[in-house]
């Protein structure tokens, strides 16, 4: 089971940085109906770099619902070998990608509308977050018939929740801004500068947050080097994600792979914010009846 949330968790960042790859090459209309792309599935008469990536897109949701549909069944039919949490968190993964499918339809039919594009942003990162902190949750020690796991200090559990719902309304931010073509707008026009603005500030608070969670992480007892990692990692990650929105701008927007990348650290932020939830509020425990057939 973790290594098949492991594999989603690899595919709903590549999700959420084909969509951004999708957005800035201009091809989210590439494929004007839905679910198909020109009436068939293969559309090998209309090949070009903006049809393959949106064909690609809608390919990688398909994979990923599949993927989820088949998680949901697992946890079902073998419920009593891991936590009683996954078959809740594995059917609102479900869940969550059915309605980002039903955003996707809509982005299309509604010719790439702000608010829904945004909406099916925010969606793909929820599942991010969600699937990160399961994987982490199955792969926390304290999965076996002897719980090996420190407990965690209670300053600790409003942390991750600060820094998650920081960086996670700057995301949304972001996607606000991207699905309104602000940032060009500014940049070459001079005009919708608020978004951009609205952006650059909410960097800070969400730095600072994912600054905090890491130096606090230090204090946590040793046996949790894995959440220290991630907090680590979540820092490193914000340096490149600052780094990369200054490049992004003075380059004016002119190079797609680095305003890509920029979205891709983004996702990959939220995806080991997930993490780090995951190993502060999922209990590894399992049922009692396989505690007692282990003993």
Not at 71 to 76: K, N, P, Q
Not at 112 to 137: C, E, F, K, N
Not at 155 to 178: D, E, K, R, T, Y
Not at 218 to 236: I, K, N, T, Y
């Amino acid at each position: 089971m973790p290594l098949l949330t492991a594999h989603l968790v690899v595919a709903l960042v590549a999700l959420v940085a084909i969509g951004g790859a999708t957005r800035v090459m201009e091809a989210g209309l590439a494929c004007p109906d839905w679910p198909l792309c020109y009436g068939v599935l293969w559309p090998g008469r209309q090949w070009n770099l903006q049809v393959f990536l949106e064909w690609f897109h809608r390919l990688d949701a398909f994979l990923v619902g599949v993927a989820l549909l088949l998680l949901f069944a697992l946890s079902l039919r073998f419920r009593a070998r891991f936590p009683g949490w996954l078959p809740w968190s594995s059917g609102l993964a479900l869940a969550l990608v059915a309605v980002q499918g039903g955003l996707g339809a809509l982005t299309v039919l509604s010719q790439l509308a702000a608010p829904t594009v945004t909406l099916h942003l925010a969606t793909a990162l929820s599942l991010v977050l969600l699937l990160s902190a399961m994987h982490q949750g199955l792969e926390r020690p304290g999965l076996g018939p002897v719980a090996v796991a420190p407990s965690l200090p209670r300053w600790w559990s409003p942390l991750p929740v600060l820094a998650a719902l920081l960086v996670g309304a700057q995301c949304l931010l972001g996607g606000a801004m991207a699905s309104r073509w602000a940032a060009d707008l500014c940049v070459q026009a001079g005009e919708g500068c608020r978004w951009l603005l609205l952006h650059r500030q909410g960097a800070y608070p969400a730095a600072l947050a994912v600054l905090l969670l890491a130096a606090s992480s230090l204090a946590l007892p040793s046996g949790l080097r894995r959440l220290q990692a991630l907090a680590l990692a979540a820092v490193a990650l914000v340096a490149v994600q600052v780094a990369l929105g200054v490049v992004t701008l003075r380059l004016q927007l002119a190079v797609p792979a680095v305003t890509v990348a920029h979205q891709l650290t983004a996702a990959l932020l939220v995806g080991v914010l997930g993490g780090l939830w995951g190993l502060s509020f999922l209990s590894p425990s399992v049922p009692t009846r396989l505690e007692v057939a282990h003993g």
